[in-house]
């Protein structure tokens, strides 16, 4: 993935909720129709969008500098 | 739309996840719960002895009671035969039923059961609760209604993962992926971390809530097509007598008979003639495939129980079959323990999206309610002022 997408943008929006997703359903169908490697290699896949998950929600990113409001904070209606 | 359907299934959502977590560990606590001597230990491919040597043994054993199914495991060496009384009207009587654990390759009577309704009140505490889990998980105690109920919560759940996408795109322009504004405020920090463990479980809750709404389909389908596709097989023996167990062909011969015309598969199980459920004058042979996918895969087949030839491949519609390939996918049970503790751990994070979007929603109205009435405190104010003026 390139480095970093504009704001706004929809790989910036996007970008990582699909990559985890398609993480996720390689997972998922892996173990499934494979045996022996192809479960090493599900377990692998569907551990980043749980480590990531964990990663975030234990260890929050900083809020971006600068006091300018974001998106979440006047439109959450 | 998002508020509208995550409200309307999401008690019901958080039930299912916290019962389904010990639920995904079902075997491992089966395996824990099992008191039953170990197999002597023998070559990986000592061959199994022949299945009517278990039928008569335990014929022998219980000479007044029926043989109600035979189970001759894959994956271990074992076969279970399980028997009951027969009761009023010459149905079985399912408080009796109970079941012969054997060696499959030394023919040893490993463990017996005691009768189902002995077996009940002994249950252990654990098993108990699994139980217990289980029903409600998938039927709340309400059997086809519950299913159907619950089923369609899950559909909700699907509907509602469908329409939190939408929102997150508005929510999320300008902020970073896992931004969690912790200092802020307790709503901003929630609204953060739904939005992003919503992410992070998006196709995992996607899966396991379609899957879900299948599965509670596909119970009440199978019976459909048990009572139609399968009594019409059965219409050019409806003036035949029904076999006693004494005229009853070899079992061993009804699981060849199969196998041979089903190449590729292997027989698992077979239901005795019966007449509450399958035929009263066959054998019914479940099969499965021998690769990893088709092992998800059951077909069934009639055997005639007096001559021992076979009388029909059941071929299940499609919809059956892709119900049936969804099992696995709403388990989890199928990629060893560690993707068993992923899906825990994922379940574990659904909790949380689901419970911090109750509270976003109870704050949220809160908020509303106190604005409202700080608008009318106000206005009144003004009135008042007003009118004394």
Redesign the interface.
């Known amino acids: 993935m390139m480095r970093s997408p504009a ?2 943008s929809f790989r ?6 699909l990559l ?3 993480l ?2 390689f997972g ?1 169908l892996a ?5 022996g490697i192809w ?1 090493g290699l ?2 692998l896949a ?2 980043v ?2 480590l ?6 234990l260890w ?2 900083p ?2 500098q600068g006091g ?1 409001r ?4 006047n ?2 209606a | 739309m998002h508020k509208c359907s995550s409200l309307a299934c999401a008690i019901f959502l958080l039930m299912t996840c916290i019962t389904g977590l010990p639920l995904i560990f079902s075997q491992e606590i089966a395996h824990w719960l099992d008191d039953g001597p170990t197999y002597a230990a023998m070559p990986q491919d000592t061959p199994r002895l022949s299945l009517d040597s278990f039928v008569s043994e335990a014929r022998k054993r219980y000479p007044g009671q029926i043989i109600t199914s035979v189970f001759s495991d894959v994956d271990e060496p074992k076969v279970i035969v399980a028997m009951a009384c027969l009761g009023n009207g010459a149905k079985i009587d399912p408080r009796t039923r109970h079941w012969l654990k054997f060696d499959a390759r030394t023919g040893e009577l490993l463990q017996q059961s005691k009768p189902a309704v002995q077996r009940q009140k002994e249950q252990p505490l654990v098993g108990r609760l699994m139980d217990i889990m289980f029903r409600l998980h998938s039927d709340l105690y309400a059997r086809l209604p519950g299913q159907l109920f619950l089923g369609l919560m899950a559909f909700l759940f699907v509907v509602a993962i469908v329409s939190g996408l939408l929102l997150y795109n508005p929510y999320m322009k300008k902020l970073d992926f896992g931004t969690v504004r912790a200092h802020r405020s307790k709503r901003l920090k929630w609204l953060d971390l739904h939005n992003l463990l919503g992410a992070v479980t998006l196709a995992w809750a996607l899966v396991v809530g379609a899957t879900g709404v299948c599965n509670e389909l596909a119970g009440p389908l199978f019976r459909v097509w048990m009572a139609t596709d399968v009594q019409a097989a059965l219409v050019p023996w409806h003036d035949a007598a029904v076999p006693v167990q004494a005229q009853m062909s070899s079992v061993q011969g009804a699981y060849d008979v199969v196998r041979a015309a089903l190449p590729g598969t292997v027989v698992e199980s077979m239901t005795f003639p019966n007449s509450q459920f399958g035929s009263p004058y066959h054998y019914l042979l479940w099969t499965k495939g021998d690769s990893p996918l088709t092992s998800r895969l059951f077909n069934a087949a009639l055997v005639d129980a007096r001559t021992g030839k076979l009388s029909a491949l059941l071929n299940m519609p499609w919809y059956l079959r892709v119900l049936q390939l969804s099992r696995p996918l709403h388990f989890g049970d199928y990629g060893g323990l560690p993707l068993k503790i992923i899906w825990a751990v994922l379940d574990l994070l659904t909790i949380i999206v689901l419970g911090s979007g109750l509270y976003l929603w109870f704050v949220r109205r809160r908020q509303i309610k106190e604005r409202l009435e700080k608008l009318v405190a106000a206005h009144g104010d003004r009135l008042l002022s007003k009118a004394s003026s």
């Open positions: 704001p706004g910036f929006v996007w970008g990582i909720p985890l997703a398609v996720t359903v998922l173990a499934l129709l494979g045996t479960h599900s377990w569907m551990l969008p749980v990531v998950g964990l990663r975030y929600s929050p990113r809020r971006p300018r974001t998106a979440g904070e439109s959450d």
